[in-house]
């Protein structure tokens, strides 16, 4: 697939189809920052391999990116597993591949399961990965805001107000991580695995910011911008393939039939995803579908793969 319409009016002809959508979410309730999300932002980013950038809507707003964290936390993890023997063979053996088929801070499966979680990209999941980057990171989130700030082509941040309101009220999260440490699955305090798993979800980035970061794991895991291997090509395709089969919550089937693109979503309404060899892109939209994606980002992804005829399948 070669990008060979103007993607600059596509945009702007999606949004308008996308943003009408939204009315049918709802803002997670439980989530608070330094300013409220507004239910009616929508943001929209194309950004090809050459650095060529097609925008629509508030592209320069920060918001706490939440889930989508779990695949720079995750890439970084993989980034130690061909640097540090044994490491990789380690974290595969405690965390899964497969769709949960689950809500992604289901306790039932983990409990089912014996403290091992489906895939990276649920809950339990990134708590395993962040637990081994304690192993290998003198500041995990820190390391994981230089690899965004790096793949994002300029700083991001962190919302304090989002650390504190997440830190009173992840009772889940915690009740997973004491449970998977029951099992032996935790080697680390779970309240320094849980500080760690708060603050990277707590990571603020734009959504053009978000659609540069995507765009190694669309180039055999090759930063464009720089020519920097972030990924060996055989795991940035792993990646992506944990992105599309387990990437939007227990709703990854429906996104794979609808969409058919890599995509990693967030409960503040963002979602990236990668033409491969093309394009890294995302969406932000508040209002949220009953599995915990943006309503009209999942419209507007829907539209842009089928305009671009640019499902992988």
Known sequence: MTIDVDLDEVLEEIAEVARPAAAQGKV????????????????FAVVEMDGTEHVTGD??????????????????????????????????????????????????????????????????????????????CEDAPASMIELASALAGGTVGIDEAVVEAEGRSG????????????????????DDVIETYTRQCAVTMTTRQLARAVRFLANDGVDPATGEVILSAP???????VMLTCGTYDSAGEFAF?????????????????LPEE???????????????????????????????????
């Open 235 to 241: 795991l940035a395709r792993r990646v992506a393939a």
């Open 28 to 43: 997670a309730p439980y989530l608070r920052s330094a300013a409220d999300l507004d239910p009616d932002s929508f943001a």
């Open 59 to 136: 592209v320069d707003v920060p918001f706490a990116i939440q889930s989508m964290s779990k695949v720079f936390s995750l890439v970084l993890a993989m980034q130690k597993a061909e640097t540090a023997e044994g490491v990789g063979h380690e974290l595969w053996r405690r965390v899964g591949r497969e769709p949960s088929g689950d809500p992604f801070n289901s306790l039932v499966q983990l409990e089912h399961e014996r403290g091992i979680p489906r895939n990276p990209m649920i809950n339990a999941g990134a708590l395993v990965v962040d637990d081994v980057l304690t192993d290998h």
């Open 171 to 190: 009772h889940r999260n915690k009740a997973m991580a004491y449970l998977m440490s029951s099992f032996g699955n935790l080697t680390h305090v779970v």
């Open 279 to 313: 394009a890294g892109v995302c969406v932000w939209s508040p209002p949220l579908e009953e599995s915990g994606n943006s309503v009209a980002g999942h419209v507007a992804l829907r539209e842009l793969t089928t305009r671009l005829d640019s499902s992988v399948f």
């Open 258 to 274: 609808d969409v058919g693109i890599p995509c990693k979503s967030g409960v503040a309404g963002g979602i990236m995803g990668l």
